[in-house]
Structure formats: structure tokens, C-alpha cells
């Protein structure tokens, strides 16, 4: 039953991929005035952090061979840079107007649950996720090694990046994300938008499995705008009658072990219940959002509305 009743409610979810934003003559004209004034205030200062973290980035691993680049940083260029880059991050969404962050639940050790689950993914600004949880390790796109200051803290990070053109390099980044989250503890925690895109947080789209592939523990980490909230969820499924009071986490079923789609979609449809929104099967296949029934793809809206459309805006 409960099953039928998400199934409904997605059916009749707004198209996640679309925004649609309504202001008020007031809200117009606050953002006027914060444009003018407050904005370029914020963008300066911002860019000065930034300027700042770069050296502090490219220091981390000067000097390291690429084998020692391929293993966790250890020393002095962890305890040292690591606590400087994570004042400087948290600075630079503080000038943003970040100024405080509600943070519910608590956080597990990498040896607990080396992979944290965020959703939904709504902008960039998801990424202030990474202040609150102490910069986990990030899935990254390889194109964004070129831009400037960012190719310089994911290397920082030691982030894995893949390249959504490339399938080989798609099966390299999925073995390290398993070789990582099966080291017990002696990588950092990794963090992952298991979306895999940006929605518009109406509905949670179908998760993508690689994070789940190794079979490790997940925590679910809930974001909630505008009201700035970080939620780390309890335990999932509940642990038995005697164990309740134990902060245990999400540890996959031996069938889910052995079937990372049906553990993604459980993890998927927590989340979205926690949330309050649907849990549907929109993905994004390429730059095209489509619905996924059984192995079909089909798109959200008819390509025939569309061409009709073009064709009543050209006359």
C-alpha cells in the first residue's frame, strides 16, 4: 500500500528538472537592492578566500610522487592544511550569508559509514555539506580540474574524478570508489550526491547505484532550504527492540549486497519520505531528464508538444 501511495504521489510530481520561481513585488525589489549593494560585497569577498585557499591547496601535495599522491595524505599535510582549508571553506559560504547552520543528528566515523548520501542536490551551494561534515572526499567531473582555484581543492581533496563521456573512465572511478569505501577507515569519508544532478528538491530522482555497489554501510544526510538545516538520519531499517537505544546506521541486507539498484532505491525512498516528496524514476541520460520503466527511457514530456511549441513561436 505504501508503495502504491508514493507511486501516486510521483506520478503527479511537478517536473523535477524545472524551476520555477514566483517573487513578490517586495522580494523583487529586496533583490534590486541586495543586487547592488550587498552583492558585489559578498562576490569580492568570496574571490578573496578563494585566492587564499589556492595556495593553501596546492601546498598539500607538493612534492609527492604520483604513488604517494594515490594513498591518503598523512603528516603534517593533514593536520596542519586540512584544519586551514576547512576555516577558509566555511568562510567563504559565511560571506555568502551562510552565517549559521542548523545541524540535526550526528555524524558517523568513516569506519561506521564510509559513505555519506546527500539529497537533494538543488545548486552549488549543496556544497556547504562539506564544511559541516569536515571535507569528505567528493566524486567530482573531470572537465572541472580546469577551472581555476576548483581543479586546485579537488586536488586538495584527493577527489575521484570521472568523465561522463568516457566508459572506461566511468569503471576506473567505480572501482576506486570501491577500493576506498571498502579500506576500513584508512581513506576519508566519502560523500556523494547519489542524484548524480541537480533537481529542483520537489522529488527525489532515481539514485544512481555505484556508491552502493561495494555494500558498505550508508548514512542519508538530509538538506533543507531555506532554513539552512543539515539533517544526519537515524538509523535505517530500525535496529531490534533491545538495540534501540545504539546509534546504529544503514547496513545493507545480504540482498541488497548482492543488488546495488534495490539498495539505492531503499535508501532513495527513506530520504524522500524523511523529506516529504516523491520518490520517482526521472534520471538524467545524457542532457535529456527521462522516466525509466523497466528498460525503457522515455521522456518527460512528448517530443510532439515540444515541436509544436517551436512551431506556434515561429509563426
Known amino acids: 500500500m505504501g508503495r502504491n501511495n508514493n507511486e501516486a504521489r510521483a506520478a503527479g510530481a511537478a517536473n523535477p528538472f524545472v524551476h520555477e520561481l514566483r517573487l513578490s513585488a517586495w522580494r523583487k525589489l529586496q533583490v534590486l537592492l541586495m543586487g547592488l549593494v550587498l552583492f558585489p560585497v559578498r562576490v569580492a569577498l568570496a574571490a578573496l578566500l578563494f585566492l587564499l585557499m589556492w ?49 540535526k543528528g550526528r555524524q558517523a566515523a568513516p ?15 549543496d556544497m556547504l555539506i562539506l564544511c559541516v561534515a569536515g571535507l569528505p572526499t567528493v566524486v567530482s567531473r573531470s572537465e572541472n580540474t580546469t577551472l581555476p582555484v576548483i581543479g586546485a581543492l579537488l586536488e586538495f581533496n584527493q577527489s575521484l574524478l570521472v568523465s561522463r563521456k568516457d566508459p572506461e573512465s566511468r569503471r576506473r572511478c567505480a572501482a576506486q570508489l570501491s577500493e576506498r569505501l571498502q579500506s576500513n577507515g584508512r581513506w576519508p569519508q566519502m560523500l556523494l550526491f547519489p542524484e548524480g544532478t541537480t533537481t529542483n528538491g520537489q522529488a527525489l530522482i532515481k539514485f544512481k547505484h555505484g556508491g552502493f555497489a561495494p555494500g558498505v554501510p550508508v548514512q542519508p544526510v538530509l538538506l533543507r532550504y531555506p532554513n539552512k538545516l543539515v539533517r544526519f538520519l537515524p538509523p535505517f531499517p530500525p535496529p531490534p527492540i533491545d538495540h534501540w537505544q545504539q546509534d546504529l546506521l544503514y547496513s545493507p541486507s545480504e540482498e541488497e549486497k548482492r543488488d546495488p539498484t534495490l539498495y539505492a532505491d531503499n535508501v532513495q525512498k527513506l530520504m524522500a ?40 513561436c515561429t509563426g
Open 273 to 312: 519520505q524523511k523529506l516529504g516528496v516523491p520518490a520517482t524514476d526521472y534520471v538524467m541520460e545524457g542532457k535529456l531528464p527521462v522516466w525509466k520503466l523497466g528498460c525503457l527511457c522515455l521522456p518527460l514530456e512528448p517530443p510532439a508538444r515540444k515541436a509544436l511549441t517551436i512551431l506556434q
Open 55 to 103: 595556495p593553501v591547496a596546492k601546498l598539500r601535495l607538493a612534492g609527492l610522487s604520483a604513488e604517494e599522491r594515490a594513498q591518503p595524505v598523512r603528516g603534517w599535510r593533514s593536520w596542519v592544511l586540512h584544519p586551514m582549508m576547512l576555516l577558509l571553506s566555511r568562510a567563504v559560504f559565511f560571506s555568502l550569508g551562510f552565517f549559521w547552520v542548523k545541524v
Open 111 to 125: 569506519k561506521e559509514a564510509p559513505l555519506l548520501a546527500v539529497a537533494p542536490h538543488s545548486s552549488f551551494l
